[in-house]
C-alpha cells in the first residue's frame, strides 16, 4: 500500500478513534504508525477533523429550516411551466451562499487551527522523536513537573532562555524554538512542550485547556499568557487531565 493510497483509506477514519478496531483501516494505521512522514499528516488531519466537528456542532439550525425544505421539495415536485429557468438560476443562487456561508462558518480560525497544529506537532514528535536535553534549569523544572502534589495549571516557572542555554531540548516549529522537558508521573512518561505566546501572536492567550485524543496518545493544550504549554503522553488523555 503506497501512502497516498493509505491517505485515501485515513481520509474516512473518524477523529474520535470509534474505528480503531474496525479492520478496514488496520493496515494504513500500522502504515501510518510506521512510517513518520504518513503518521505526521495523519495526526494534522485528525486535528483538522476534530476542529471541523466541534464547529459543526455548535451550529444551531434556524427554526422551521425543515419545514422550508420540505415545502420546498413538495414545490419542486410540482410542474413548472413558465419561468423556469430563472427559478433554478434563483435556486442556484441560493445554494451557492448557503454554501459560503456553511463554509465560512466551519472554517477554523487562525488561533484554533495554530493551536491544533501545535498540538499534531508536539503529538507526533512524542510519537516518533528520540528525546534528550540535559541542563540545570532543565532538571529543575523535570523535577517539579514529576510531583504528584504540583498541578501544571496552577503555573509553572519557566525561564525559557535559561532552558534554550543550557541544554534542554529544542525543535522548531514554524519558524520559532520550542522546548521540551520529559517528566515521570505514576510510572507514566509525559512531554511538555513549550514555546514563547510572542512567537504565535495569533493563538489564543490565557484561556482554558483544550484537550485531544489521537490513537493512544493524549495532549493538553494551554497558556499562561506567556508562554504555551502542550502536554503529551502515551497514556491517554485521562492521565493528562489529572496533571492539570
Not at 422551521?64 to 434563483?90: D, M
Not at 512567537?199 to 483544550?210: E, I, L, N, V
Request: net charge positive.
Amino acid at each position: 500500500m503506497s501512502n497516498n493510497e493509505a491517505k485515501f483509506v485515513l481520509g474516512a477514519y473518524r477523529a474520535n478513534g470509534r474505528d480503531a478496531e474496525d479492520a478496514t483501516f488496520g493496515a494504513a494505521l500500522a502504515q501510518a504508525k510506521n512510517d513518520p512522514a504518513l503518521g505526521a499528516w495523519f495526526v494534522r488531519a485528525q486535528a483538522h477533523d476534530a476542529a471541523v466537528a466541534a464547529k459543526l456542532r455548535e451550529i444551531v439550525p434556524p427554526a422551521g429550516l425543515r419545514e422550508a425544505i420540505l415545502a420546498g421539495a413538495r414545490a419542486s415536485r410540482a410542474p413548472k411551466i413558465e419561468r423556469r429557468f430563472p427559478t433554478r438560476w434563483f435556486a442556484l443562487a441560493a445554494s451557492v451562499a448557503v454554501l459560503l456561508t456553511a463554509t465560512l462558518a466551519l472554517w477554523p480560525s487562525r488561533a484554533a487551527a495554530g493551536t491544533a497544529q501545535l498540538a499534531a506537532f508536539a503529538i507526533n514528535d512524542t510519537a516518533h522523536a528520540q528525546h534528550g536535553g540535559h541542563g540545570e534549569a532543565a532538571g529543575a523544572l523535570q523535577v517539579m513537573l514529576s510531583q504528584p502534589v504540583n498541578r501544571l495549571s496552577a503555573g509553572l516557572p519557566v525561564d525559557f532562555t535559561a532552558l534554550r542555554a543550557t541544554g534542554c531540548r529544542t525543535l522548531n516549529f514554524a519558524g520559532h524554538d520550542v522546548l521540551e522537558v520529559c517528566f515521570q508521573r505514576n510510572g507514566a512518561w509525559f512531554h511538555c512542550y513549550i514555546v514563547n505566546c510572542a512567537d504565535f501572536p495569533a493563538m489564543p492567550t490565557g484561556t482554558g485547556a483544550d484537550f485531544d485524543q489521537q490513537a493512544q496518545f493524549g495532549s493538553a493544550s494551554w497558556s499562561d499568557g506567556v508562554h504555551r504549554f502542550v502536554v503529551v503522553s502515551n497514556a491517554g488523555l485521562g492521565a493528562v487531565k489529572r496533571l492539570l
